[in-house]
């Protein structure tokens, strides 16, 4: 096995990983360990240069956990690729108001995969397929960082805390009926805790994002208020890393400790990303964040 080399990129977190790719990973258990122990160590890793298929990144992300099937009414619902892109079937771009457009708009929202599904999900892997020249970036913050930068005392309340999250809510934000009758049966509101505790350091993170619209024992409004002035804390500009593609690249982020966000790019080029998403189990910490009581 070649040796892996590890180079740090943001602020506390995200780093670029060298002399293993994702064939190896996926090919071989000791590249699979220490690509593990990274991932768990610094948040989100960065791949350059990858010979990236579809095969080889489900291959690459099976190695992690069970893959999630993307969600109903997005393109690629039932197999294992959430598409995200404004390039129609046909080659054409989709128009500003286009529902995959709004889509985009969402996901330039500070958010954290599939906290509205149960299980939710451990980690994403993204590749980039088509990029535009400039623009569509993706930006990633700490939510280690976020915990550990708490007022004590809110840190503490926050510790035993439940909030809710919905993709309706996060949707809603950007359009009242983004989300369809369907999307919404068949991802009804669910509830975690605030705090996921990762089982192989011990290190807490705060578990919210633009999907949270409540939170246990808490008027809504003032959950809310509180949700975005916790989303404010963990955004500060000089807590992002900033990653810009580049043909060949894959991102994986763990989604138990980061956001990330797109940014947006010129709406006359095309953009074409793959992501693969694994579900979180309890080897990674999710025996402990299921709510103690249920409430809606
Ligand atoms: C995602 C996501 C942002 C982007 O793949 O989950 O939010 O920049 N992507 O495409
Ligand atoms: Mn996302």
């Known amino acids: 096995m070649n040796t892996l080399n590890v180079i740090p990129l943001g602020p506390g977190f995200a780093a670029e990983i060298r002399g293993i790719g994702m064939a190896e990973v996926a090919n071989d258990a000791a590249a699979y360990a220490a690509v593990r122990a990274a991932f768990e160590e610094h948040s989100v890793l960065v791949f350059r240069r990858q010979p990236v298929t579809d095969e080889l990144q489900v291959a690459f992300s099976r190695r992690f956990g069970p893959l999630e099937t993307a969600k109903a009414a997005s393109r690629g619902e039932g197999t294992p690729f959430s598409i995200l892109t404004n390039v129609e079937p046909d080659g054409s771009l989709v128009t500003p108001d286009h529902k995959e457009a709004l889509r985009a708009r969402a996901n330039q929202l500070w958010h954290t ?101 409540g939170i246990d024992g808490m008027p809504r409004e003032e959950a809310l208020r ?42 006359d080029q095309p953009r074409y990303m793959i992501r693969t998403t694994i579900s979180a189990t309890d080897d990674d910490g999710l025996d402990a964040m299921w709510p103690q009581r249920s409430a809606a």
């Open 113 to 213: 995969d599939s906290c509205f599904k149960i299980p939710p999900a451990l980690a994403s892997v993204l590749s980039a397929r088509t990029i535009p020249t400039h623009g569509g970036e993706t930006e990633f913050v700490s939510m280690r960082s976020a915990w550990q930068r708490l007022a004590p005392e809110l840190r503490a309340r926050l510790d035993g805390a439940y909030a809710w999250h919905d993709y309706a809510h996060s949707r809603g934000k950007i359009a009242p009926h983004l989300a369809s009758e369907r999307e919404r049966s068949a991802m009804p509101p669910v509830s975690w805790r605030m705090r996921w505790r990762n089982p192989a350091n011990g290190r807490d993170a705060l578990y919210m994002a633009s999907h949270t619209f």
């Open 226 to 267: 509180l949700i975005d002035e916790l989303t404010a804390l963990a955004t500060q500009p000089d807590q992002v890393y900033q990653h810009r593609w580049q043909a060949g690249d894959v991102v994986m982020w763990d989604n138990r400790a980061t956001l990330h966000r797109g940014r947006p790019w010129p709406e």
